[in-house]
DNA sequence: CGTTTCCTTTGATAATTATCAAAATCGTTA
DNA sequence: TAACGATTTTGATAATTATCAAAGGAAACG
C-alpha cells in the first residue's frame, strides 16, 4: 500500500482493514530541508516515518545545540519523551535533507487500539524496537571511545558526512567538534 | 492481590481475569544478598518486579564491572536487551540486599497476550515506561555533570550509600572512584 | 570570477578526569 | 580490644578532551 504501511507490515503482520485505519490518521508529506518538524517546549503530537531524506533531533545545551538522534531512510523519527507523555519535549526535529515522510497522529490513535488489538500489538513491537537502539546507544557510550562511535555511525549511515555538518556529528559522538576534527585527521 | 499485580493495575485497570493469568506466570520468590540472577553469556528469560530489596544491573568492560542501572522496591529490573530479542545477554544481574521478588516467566507470556488485549496494552505501557527511564539517563548524561548526576542519584534512591559500594555507584554515573570521592569530598 | 559567508582544520593552552600508589578509615571477627 | 580484610580517601602524575583564536577551504551569491 505504501512504504509505512510496509515497514509496520514487516514488524508484525498488519490485517488489511487495520491497514486503512492507520492509514486514515497518517499524513503523506513532502519536507523541504531545514524545516523544523517540531522546536522545543512544544507537545509532539506525530511520529513520523522518513520514507527518504534524513533528519536529526536535537537540543540545546547552554545556548549550543546538540545532536541526540539522527535519522535516515526507513526509520522513525519523533519526540518520544512528549508523544508519550504529552509533555513539552526538550528536543527539535530538523529535517536535513529534502524528505518524503509519513506523519501518523498519535492523538487519534486510541480508537485504533481499541478496535484492532493487532495494532496494539505493533505499538508495542515499535517501542521495544526503539528501546532497543536507544539501549544500544547507551552500551555505545559505555562501551567504546569516541573513535570507535565515530567509525559505527559510518558505518550506520555512510553518506552521513556528506548530508550533516561536522559539529553536529561532533555533538552526536559526545565530543567537540575540534576533537572530532584531529580523530579523522589521524586515519 | 499482591504486589506486582497492584503495579501492573495501577499502570492500566487489569481485569481480574488477566490478573488471574499473570498471576500463574509469576513466581514469588525471597532472594538472598549477592545472588546473581543473571549471568552475562546467558539469554533472559524473566522480568523481576522488586517487592522490596535492591539490584543492580551491570556489565563487564576491560574485566572491571560497570554498572548500568539500579532498580528497587516498585520498580522492574531485567535485561531487556536479551528479554526481548531471544540474544545473549551483555548484563549481569544482581541481588544486592536480601529481596522479595516477582519474576514473570516472559516465554509463557505470548498466550495471554493473544488472549487478553489487556495485558498487550499492559506490555504496551510497561515498554514505554521503560523507555522513559532510558530517555531519562541519556538525558542525564546529556544535560548534567558527574556531580549533578550524583545529587539525582541520591534524590532517586537516598539511602543507595549505605548499600552499594562507591565503585559500583561511581561507575554507574560514569566516573572513577577516585572522581567520586573527590566530588563528595568537597560538599 | 571575485567576494562574502560559512565550515573545517590547526595550534596553543587550560581544564577535566583517569590512573597508580599509598595512607586512612571502617567493619568484622578472633 | 586487637588485628585483619575490605573499602574509601588522598596525593602525585599522566592522559584525555575542551576551549579559544586564527588560518585555511569550500560553497554560495552577486
Known amino acids: 500500500m505504501n512504504y509505512?504501511?510496509?515497514?509496520?507490515?514487516?514488524?508484525a503482520p498488519l490485517p488489511h482493514e487495520s491497514a486503512i485505519a492507520i492509514n486514515q490518521i497518517t499524513i503523506h508529506k513532502t519536507i523541504p530541508k531545514h524545516t523544523l518538524l517540531l522546536r522545543n517546549g512544544d507537545v509532539c503530537k506525530e511520529?513520523?516515518?522518513?520514507?527518504?531524506?534524513?533528519?536529526?533531533?536535537?537540543?540545546?545545551?547552554?545556548?549550543k545545540e546538540v545532536t541526540a538522534w539522527f535519522a535516515s531512510e526507513n526509520q522513525i523519527v519523533s519526540a518520544i519523551d512528549s508523544l508519550f507523555t504529552g509533555q513539552p519535549s526538550l528536543y527539535n526535529i530538523e529535517i536535513l535533507e529534502d524528505s518524503v515522510i509519513w506523519s501518523l497522529q498519535y492523538n487519534k490513535i486510541e480508537p485504533v487500539f481499541e478496535k484492532y488489538s493487532g495494532v496494539?500489538?505493533?505499538?508495542?513491537?515499535?517501542?521495544t524496537n526503539n528501546y532497543l537502539l536507544l539501549d544500544e546507544r547507551m552500551k555505545l557510550f559505555a562501551f567504546c571511545t569516541a573513535?570507535?562511535?565515530?567509525e559505527r555511525l559510518l558505518l550506520q549511515i555512510?553518506?552521513?558526512?556528506?548530508k550533516v555538518k561536522l559539529g553536529q556529528i561532533a555533538s552526536y559522538l559526545g565530543i567537540s567538534?575540534?576533537?572530532?576534527?584531529?580523530?579523522?585527521?589521524r586515519k
Chains 1, 2 share one sequence.
Open 158 to 162: 555512510p553518506d552521513i558526512l556528506q
Open 4 to 11: 509505512f504501511i510496509d515497514y509496520l507490515n514487516q514488524l
Open 177 to 185: 567538534q575540534e576533537h572530532l576534527s584531529r580523530i579523522r585527521a
Open 147 to 150: 573513535e570507535e562511535r565515530y
Open 47 to 63: 511520529f513520523h516515518f522518513l520514507e527518504s531524506g534524513i533528519a536529526r533531533v536535537f537540543y540545546y545545551k547552554d545556548g
Open 120 to 127: 496494539e500489538r505493533l505499538g508495542r513491537l515499535l517501542i
